[in-house]
């Protein structure tokens, strides 16, 4: 006799919520869209800092280079006019002047740096010392030009120790109202070598 299969239960089916397939969707779309921003915007940056040249605000000549360099005296300005600046050079040629029994220098010692230094040492000194940041030898820049301090003061008296209280304390007024910030790192020593570096140009042309 023969016996019918026994009838195979079919399987409860599950039930699904009527959203799950669009959430999941959203689940993978969602971290991609935020993804893919992400990455290109590090592509772009990449590719900037690799065309982009260096910052100018990091040259020695910039314009930001110049300000933080003056900005310790820059208020200077505001309280210092035309009578300020008179009596500071006043004072400076009154303290600098030979007393009468002083020994006058010749020619030669006066215009010759001290220890015979060349003038390639004095240039690697001044740049050394910043002092490129707003001078040149032959030209202006945010200062006068060497040549132009050498033949404005050829010959007076008192200059050279006048010039030297300027580069180790600061001045303004004489060159315009950029004032020239103290240089806490020059010694006087140095300071008077460049100096007379300085004034010897005017000789030497």
Known sequence: MHTPPASRSKPTPTHELPF?????????????SFALPVIVLL??????????????DSS????RAIARRIAPVAQLVVASGPRMAEKWNAAS?????????????????AHA???????????????????LTCHAADHKVVGPAYEAVAEKYAGKPGAEQMLVNAV????????????????TDVTPTQAKDLVTWILGLNKAR
């Open 60 to 63: 020695p000549m910039s314009t």
């Open 93 to 109: 040629l009154s303290a600098a002047a030979p007393t009468p029994n002083a020994q006058a220098k010749t020619p030669a010692t």
């Open 20 to 32: 799950g397939a669009t959430l999941r969707k959203l689940l993978l779309i969602i971290p991609a």
């Open 113 to 131: 740096p001290v220890g015979g230094t060349s003038a390639s040492a004095m240039l690697t000194l001044a740049r050394r010392k910043n002092c």
């Open 43 to 56: 592509l772009i940056a990449s590719y900037l800092s690799n065309t982009v040249g260096p910052n100018p």
């Open 168 to 183: 180790l304390h600061g001045h303004v007024g004489t060159w315009g109202p950029v004032p020239m910030p103290a240089n």
